[in-house]
């Protein structure tokens, strides 16, 4: 049977590398993966500060019990050149930051102690995609995701693929495409074992098939009672395999779902059923450590767009994320678009294979996974470059004929190649700056694709730039953003053509200082890079059923004189109730209903209270006295949920909220920090410091003295050992609080789902 430990603890790092030198232990600082091999400031630093070579080094022992195996590290990803050694003798070289690659150690081990070394480039080497021209993110440096010890028999399970087909009939097909690495070239005999289990761990059934090659598919006798895996119901099956050699037995697991998904001229569909996709675009960069937060924080992330942003999916904008959050994509039900890296700019021929060899590599990966329904096969917003696109196109199909390839693009009448056509439609805006054509949402498919007929069709961006958008920002342009979010909203649901769209983007993210506010920020998230929401996050939320939960979200924070003349009207509701009751004072109570006729088409318009309402400028009036306000949701006639402000906020508490009371050693949980006012609300332009300590066996990322933005802030604390973290916060006027994190100690091989 194969053994999986994580590779994670006892790493030493240190800047530079001297190939000369990656046989001999090197003085370094003692460090943990995931790893960031520069951490940056929240804003305003020097980007090319990590991009140079830095060495890695771990010492091992060598396990007696390894002779006859193969014994390999398999790396799940590493930014942005990787070269690793064994005992100074080089094993392998991985010119990507984004896949996976593995390090066969077998022929190079010594008896006894053994040593590690791997240089990381960080350069923006114009060799490797994505880099060559600007790009709009930061890709970091360092071992940022886990590593892996395996070892296996002499012949042993690569991978396998899990096909579903006949997925809606009441027999479901399974088809399990096993392919076996035998490196050291052995004779090869025995039989391949396939176990179809539930998700509760009970065996469906099971078929077997003696091997005749390094390729075995087992094609199960269909089934019937499988269940499908849906967005309410993300029902997921496992398939064991195990392999029976001379050598030994393997046995590998994975799980995957029985679904189907279509992209047609009239939408999308998931089993059979039409779904409007409604998504956001996610980097996968958090402050100070950039890609290098493990299990939990990519998990997080998934169950915001999920749970808080009510997402039916996200795209991974620009290149193949952690196999932590994809898999809890398949957890949760949240559909992805996952596409190769790049950005605009297509290098050479060599680069071009490259990217080629990232298509393989992310479908190899991510096949099994039911979120997943298409596969981005163009680098984001290039030009055409007709033979390389039909060749990631012949790839993906070849190597998963069961999803549709699709490319984003933002060039007009660019060449369908794919089958979905993906456009990031920055149309809305345009007509601030001499665009000859009044404010448009979305343009029509047909004078997009430049075709004569309807093809599948889908907007993968839009916003961003267009209207970037701090949480800070005055509370009028919050309303603006708010309403661009739901014009394109209104407009993709509105046209049966469009199979959805996906805004630009869910978290705001370090960039170059070519974009963003110069802060090297691109203030484009509807949260921010604490995911703490703006208000066009609700704007998304609030799309979601009242009985899934009632939204009531006023584009407001209630302030005299924040917006150009002052009040607060007109005053947008994002909201999924059927009526929201303003009181406000001795003023009348009035109820006010969502405002159908500008947003005909959202599943939940927002209520919108305009000037007309108070022809009086009962809120508006400058000089006027201001009151407390409740606004009060009702569905059905009752009172579900309610929003109250202040006429008079103070700092009244200073809120800390870790995301969980416990933590795994070696993995990381963020801590949001809030001042509030007396009925809990953030005080949105509270910029007072707060001090945060730690105590115990966790270690703090980000610094000690923060200054809240917004009136909120956040770090991470990664656990270094089991016990009682003491995670201390400090504001001047509002005291200390303390919260306490158990960190339990990771179990021997620390994640439940290994990756390799
Ligand atoms: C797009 C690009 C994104 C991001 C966005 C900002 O052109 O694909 O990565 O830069 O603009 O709005």
Not at 187 to 213: K, Q
Not at 709 to 724: N, Y
């Amino acid at each position: 049977m194969r053994s999986i430990a994580a590779f994670n603890d006892g790493w030493t790092f240190l800047a530079g590398f001297d190939p000369a030198r990656a046989g001999e232990v090197q003085d370094g600082a003692a460090v943990a993966l995931p790893h960031n091999a520069v951490d940056l400031p929240f804003a305003y630093f020097d980007e090319a500060s990590y991009w140079r070579p830095f060495t890695y080094q771990k010492r091992f022992t060598a396990d007696p019990d390894w002779a006859g195996k193969e014994v390999y590290l398999v790396f799940d990803g590493a930014m942005a050149d990787s070269v690793v050694y064994l005992n100074g003798v080089e094993i392998v070289a991985h010119p990507d930051g984004y896949s996976p690659f593995e390090a066969r150690l077998t022929d190079h081990l010594k008896p006894g102690e053994n040593l590690i070394t791997v240089k990381i480039d960080g350069s923006e080497n114009p060799a490797i995609p994505p880099f060559g021209a600007r790009i709009d993110y930061l890709t970091y440096a360092g071992i940022y995701r886990d590593v892996w010890l395996r070892v296996t028999p002499k012949v042993f399970i690569e991978n396998f693929k899990v096909e579903t087909p006949d997925v809606l009939g009441p027999l479901k097909g399974t088809k399990v495409a096993v392919a076996l690495a035998n490196p050291a070239d052995m004779p090869i005999s025995g039989c391949v074992t396939g176990y179809l289990m539930d998700a509760e761990g009970n065996e469906v059934t099971r078929y077997w098939l003696a091997i005749e090659d390094e390729q075995v598919t087992l094609e199960f006798p269909p089934q019937r009672d499988l269940r499908l895996w849906d967005l309410d119901s993300p029902y997921l099956y496992e398939m064991v395999v195990r392999l029976n050699t001379p050598h030994g037995v393997d046995e590998r697991r994975v799980r995957f779902g029985y679904r189907s998904v279509e992209f047609t001229t009239e939408g999308f569909r998931l089993n059979g059923k039409p779904l409007k996709l409604r998504g956001l675009n996610r980097h996968q960069s958090f402050p100070y450590v950039g890609y290098a937060l493990g299990r939990t924080a990519q998990e997080r992330d998934a169950d915001i767009l999920k749970d808080t942003l009510k997402l039916n999916m996200v795209r991974t904008s620009h290149y193949p994320q952690s196999s932590w959050f994809l898999d809890r994509c398949d957890e949760i039900g949240l559909l992805v678009f996952e596409e190769i890296p790049g950005w605009q700019h297509v290098g050479n021929e060599a680069w071009k294979a490259a990217s080629i060899e990232n298509v393989r590599n992310m479908i190899r990966r991510d096949w099994n996974h039911p979120s997943i329904v298409i596969w981005g096969v163009r680098v984001n917003e290039s030009k055409d470059h007709h033979a390389f696109y039909a060749e990631t196109n012949r790839l993906a199909r070849e190597m998963d004929p069961t999803r549709p390839t699709s490319g984003v693009r933002c060039i007009v009448e660019s060449e369908m190649l794919e089958d979905v056509y993906a456009m990031n439609d920055f149309i809305l805006g345009m007509e601030e700056i001499g665009g000859n054509r009044p404010r448009t949402p979305l343009r029509p498919q047909k004078e997009v694709t430049g075709l004569d007929h309807a093809v599948p069709y889908m907007i993968t961006e839009f916003n961003g730039h267009m209207y970037p958008t701090k949480v800070y920002d005055q509370e009028q342009r919050q309303a603006e953003h708010v309403t661009r979010h739901l014009d394109v909203l209104n407009a993709a649901y509105g046209d049966p053509e469009i199979a959805g769209a996906i805004g630009w983007c869910a978290f705001d993210y370090n960039t170059h200082k070519d974009f963003g506010s110069g802060d090297r920020i691109c203030h484009h998230g509807v949260m921010d890079m604490f995911r703490e929401p703006k208000f066009a996050a609700f704007a998304y939320a609030s799309q979601c059923e009242p009985t899934d939960v009632p939204v009531l979200k006023p584009v407001t924070s209630w302030t005299r004189g924040d917006r150009n003349h002052g009040g607060v009207l007109p005053l947008i509701i994002l909201t999924n109730c059927d009526e929201v009751e303003l009181s406000s004072g001795n003023m009348p109570t009035r109820r006010f209903t969502p405002d159908r006729a500008t947003y005909p088409h959202l599943p939940h318009p927002p209520v919108i209270i305009r000037r007309e309402d108070y022809p009086n400028e009962e809120f508006g009036h400058w000089g006027m006295g201001w009151q407390n306000v409740t606004f009060t949701g009702y569905v059905d006639g009752k009172a579900v949920c309610k929003a109250d402000f202040v006429a008079d906020p103070v700092a009244s508490a200073l809120v800390v909220a870790p995301d969980a009371p416990q933590i795994i050693t070696g993995d990381s949980l963020p801590v949001i920090v809030r001042v509030v006012d007396q009925v809990g609300n953030r005080l949105p332009y509270m910029f007072e410091p707060v001090r945060v300590t730690i105590e115990g066996p966790g270690e703090l990322v980000g610094p000690e003295l923060l200054s809240l933005v917004g009136g909120s802030t956040g770090f991470w604390v990664i656990a270094r050992g089991a016990g009682e973290i003491r995670v201390c916060v400090t504001h001047a006027g509002l005291g200390t609080v303390v919260k306490t994190l158990d960190a339990q100690a990771a179990k021997p091989a620390v994640l439940s789902q290994p990756k390799p």
